[in-house]
């Protein structure tokens, strides 16, 4: 299955440059913006310019290693660019790994680690999807096969069939190679369409089959949902997960059985990460892997809230993935996130009325992790501000809405950022919600991460908000504890100040 082109794209605007010059260039950038209020001291953000998608998320040769859609200052066409942890928190940037040649683009992939190399596999725009292939220490250096793109585009009639091909993802069988790509079929995308990944597979990584279709979404998407973005890999429990961005409601999964025999995935479970519509979101794109420890990891790109200067989006902080007992999704932050801990401060035991908000003292900032247990108690709603300012004009809202144990809604968390900045030029948006299962009917515990211009929220480890503030007073960094509708109570709560992983970004600690 081969197709060659006669495009003959120009140079990328770093192709000129060796290794240390990219590097210098981009501590540069780095430095240029540090004075960006909203610039993340703990998250991954873009060295310059402009980040979307994550890609290829492996360990290989005792690195974390983390690719994504980067467009260089002065470059239109999408590289691979990359970066690299011991920890999956500290990053360090490494020069882009692979450039646009025949491809206009670099569009989204994923990799695989073998014994001696590492293969990637992603979307050559205008071409189909290409294979590059390496054995590099650190992955700097990548062969293209000289036969990209190994899968390439082909017509196709009214119902987008035969197949469409764009951001793939592969694995290994016994057999050979299997690859998934394709997003949709019947229909428009975002508007009447069905998700579906058509299967491919190859001994050799040349010659690639359609062998039919991975699975089709069925009734668990909407109509003009599409299966970009896929990441498909064993969970435990004898059952697969496939992880994936539907540009209609962007990132969500699917749970259920593979057979090896037909090749066929039964979804059994569906899931989202995101609830607003791809208009309104902040989560996006994932990238997933099964690291050495066998631990199932995800990271995804955060997209911006308002107009951008200089840099664009963020990536979440790295998530563990893995199937609780009956089945489900948990979803928590990685461990190594406890190594960014600073000062600590502790709270117990705050009790709120119907109506109060209680502001915490001597407590607060503005790139901090929170940890707290809420009793509920009598209470519809109860929750935080964070990101307040003292007089409450600037405020974000986290908080837990009771369903009243109605049969079929169940109890909510959200994040409300209709109050959070004063900024003329933010985004309006409704807030994220997603349901939540309490602990014995009434307990919350939440992990909360706000680095300056993105917070993430955890709850009882089955679900996961994520969202961009943009505070503009420079007191919007206290906490306050507040109740409706009943008396509820804070029963523990401790927080941290948090590292940088930046040295541009040092002198942000404990603001």
């Not at 299997?178 to 040349?206: P, T």
């Not at 066929?264 to 479970?269: A, H």
Request: with cysteine.
């Amino acid at each position: 299955m081969n197709s060659k082109s006669s495009n003959n794209y120009v140079q990328s605007v770093l192709t000129g440059l060796n290794s240390s010059e990219i590097l210098e260039r981009f501590r540069s950038s780095r430095e240029s913006l540090a004075k960006d209020p909203y610039r993340p001291i703990f998250h991954f953000s873009p060295p310059e310019n402009i980040i979307n998608d994550p890609n290829g998320l492996c360990e290989w040769n005792g690195f974390y290693h983390l690719f994504y859609q980067f467009k260089p200052e002065g470059e239109q066409r999408v590289h691979w660019g990359h970066t690299v942890s011991t920890d999956l928190v500290h990053w360090q940037d490494l020069e882009p790994a692979i450039y646009p040649t025949l491809e206009k683009d670099c569009y989204s992939g994923q990799t695989i680690v073998e014994n001696n190399r590492v293969i990637a596999i992603y979307h050559g725009t205008e071409l189909g999807n290409c294979i590059a292939v390496s054995s590099d220490s650190m992955l700097n250096k990548w062969d293209k096969l000289p036969d990209n793109p190994v899968i390439p585009i082909v017509p196709v009639d009214k119902n987008i069939l035969p197949y469409k091909v764009f951001d793939p993802c592969i694995w290994k069988e016994s057999d050979g190679y299997y690859s998934v790509s394709g997003v949709y079929m019947n229909g428009e995308r975002s508007v009447d369409c069905i998700a579906v990944n058509h299967l491919f597979y190859s001994k050799n990584l040349n010659d690639w089959k359609h062998i039919g279709r991975l699975f089709t979404s069925s009734y668990f998407t909407e109509p003009g949902e599409d299966g970009a973005v896929p990441n498909f890999l064993p969970i435990g429990n004898g059952k697969h997960l496939f992880l994936f961005f539907s540009h209609k409601r962007c990132s969500q999964y699917f749970i259920g059985s593979y057979d090896q025999r037909t090749h066929r995935f039964e979804p059994e479970i569906h899931g989202r990460m995101n609830y607003g519509a791809y208009q309104n979101a902040s989560l996006h794109a994932p990238s997933a892997t099964v690291d050495k420890s066998g631990r199932v990891l995800a990271i995804f790109n955060v997209k911006e809230g308002k107009p951008t200067e200089g840099w664009q989006d963020v990536m979440t902080l790295p998530r563990q993935l893995s199937l609780d007992s009956d089945g489900s999704l948990n979803i928590s932050p990685v461990s190594e996130t406890k190594n960014l801990r600073l000062e600590e401060a502790n709270i117990f035991n705050v009790k709120a009325e119907h109506g109060e908000d209680i502001l915490l003292d001597n407590i607060g900032g503005k790139s901090i992790e929170i940890e707290a247990e809420i009793d509920l108690g009598s209470a519809r709603e109860a929750g935080f501000y964070v990101l307040r300012s003292i007089d409450g004009e600037e405020k974000t809202r986290v908080s837990l809405l009771r369903s009243n144990k109605h049969p079929i809604v169940k109890d909510s968390i959200q994040i409300d950022v209709s109050e959070s900045s004063n900024h003329l030029e933010v985004y309006g948006r409704p807030p994220e919600t997603g349901p939540i299962d309490l602990i014995d009917d009434r307990i919350l515990r939440l992990r909360m991460f706000i680095d300056r211009s993105i917070i993430e929220v955890f709850g009882n480890d089955k679900q996961c908000l994520t969202i961009r503030s943009y505070p503009l007073r420079e007191d919007s960094r206290f906490i306050s504890f507040f109740s409706r509708g009943g008396t509820s109570e804070l029963l523990k709560m401790k927080v941290w100040q948090m590292k940088s992983i930046w040295n541009e970004l040092q002198y942000r600690e404990t603001q």
